[in-house]
């Protein structure tokens, strides 16, 4: 009857233990609240030699 109580609680208890580690994580290593808003950057286009729509030369 023991066998059966302990392969019952161990699981559980170890999914417990994982979520208090996460709460944990949580509480030491908060996110910085400045970094986790930022827009992100655009790429700076070159400016093109020839206006847009412009073919290629031929050889």
Known sequence: MAMVVLVALIPILMLAALLALGRY??????????????????????????????????P
């Open 25 to 58: 994580e949580e509480l030491m290593l908060p996110e910085p609240k400045d970094e986790r808003l930022e827009p992100a950057a655009l790429p700076m286009a070159a400016p093109s030699p020839a206006p847009a729509g412009t073919p290629a030369p031929s």
